[in-house]
């Protein structure tokens, strides 16, 4: 499974969206940013030791990644695949 990085929306925050156009969203806070860039691969660079900084850093990585494909961390692939096996259900309902 592949997801796509997308974002930010007015409000800041940032998505990962399957091909079906079902969104996770990443992140929610300023502080978020670092945590969500190194689940797709960002490295804080040595020596950068100052909070905001790293913040700083981590959101132009994302930036720069907008519209990407990423292997999803664990949790967002189970949020898929939660809702892909919701739909399956709702679907053999119908018939």
Do not use: Q, T
Not at 45 to 64: H, K, N, Q, R, T
Request: charged letters at 40%; proline letters at 5%.
């Amino acid at each position: 499974m592949l997801v796509y990085l997308e974002g930010p929306d007015d409000s800041g925050y940032w998505f990962l969206s399957d091909e079906d156009g079902n969104s996770f969203r990443f992140v929610k806070n300023h502080e978020d940013h670092p945590i969500a860039a190194e689940m797709l691969g960002w490295k804080k660079p040595e020596g950068l030791d100052d909070e905001e900084a790293v913040i700083m850093d981590s959101l132009d990585w994302l930036m720069e990644h907008i519209g990407e494909e990423f292997k999803p961390p664990a949790h967002v692939e189970a949020y898929f695949k939660e809702l892909f096996d919701k739909d399956d259900g709702e679907d053999d309902d119908e018939e």
